[in-house]
Nanobody
């Protein structure tokens, strides 16, 4: 069974940076799609950024130019570098691993942007 472990969330001031990590229990190179999603209170979960095994990336419009998703196959880890954070980025961030036959979510990590 595939497991995901997320880390890197926390409290940061507006304009600050955080880097989220998502480490998988299997070889990340075998996973077709890895994504970061977020869910704010009272809102639906939404895709923030995704990356395929071929390193094709996509981003939600509101984070383009501020967030960067990357993967390190040697460490079985996907990262989300978040810069110029805004209060509206506050949410629980979840990692998703998606192959063609299964999908697994991480437990979530809280990101709070506040002064």
């Amino acid at each position: 069974q595939v497991h995901l472990v997320e880390s890197g969330g926390g409290l940061v001031q507006p304009g600050g940076s955080l880097r989220l990590s998502c480490t998988t229990s299997i070889s990340i190179s075998s996973i077709y799609f890895m994504g970061w999603y977020r869910q704010a209170p009272g809102k639906q979960r939404e895709l923030v950024a995704g990356i395929t095994s071929g390193d094709i990336t996509n981003y939600q419009d509101s984070v383009k130019g501020r967030f960067t998703i990357s993967r390190d196959n040697a460490k079985n880890t996907v990262y989300l570098q978040m810069n110029s954070l805004k209060p509206e980025d506050t949410a629980v961030y979840y990692c998703l691993a998606n192959s063609k036959s299964w999908a697994v979510w991480g437990q979530g990590t809280q990101v709070t942007v506040s002064s």
